[in-house]
Nanobody, 115 residues
């Protein structure tokens, strides 16, 4: 069965950095595009970044362009989100997403940006 497990969240000061990981299993990871979403309290879940199956194509929501970098290692079945210059408005639960016939989500990892 498809499993997505996020890790790497935590508490960081404004301007700091975090690197999120998403370990995938149960499907042919290298054949599917992957995405990071986030959901802040009281807000809808939003797409943060998406990466193609090969990693050669990436897209970002405007608010994170130039600060976040999505990447993947198909040999390790893992996707990453490098987050730099973090702002308080980046505070949210971050989710890994894959559409493998059905829409699959990880359990989420909390990112809190606060001084």
């Amino acid at each position: 069965q498809v499993q997505l497990v996020e890790s790497g969240g935590g508490l960081v000061q404004p301007g700091g950095s975090l690197r999120l990981s998403c370990a995938a299993s149960g499907f042919t990871f290298s054949s599917y595009a992957m995405s990071w979403y986030r959901q802040a309290p009281g807000k809808e879940r939003e797409l943060v970044a998406r990466i193609s199956s090969t990693g050669r194509s990436t897209t970002y929501t405007d608010s994170v362009k130039g600060r976040f970098t999505i990447s993947r290692d198909n040999a390790k079945n893992t996707m990453y989100l490098q987050m730099n210059s973090l702002k308080p408005e980046d505070t949210a639960v971050y989710y890994c997403n894959a559409i493998v016939t059905l829409n699959y989500w990880g359990q989420g990892t909390q990112v809190t940006v606060s001084s």
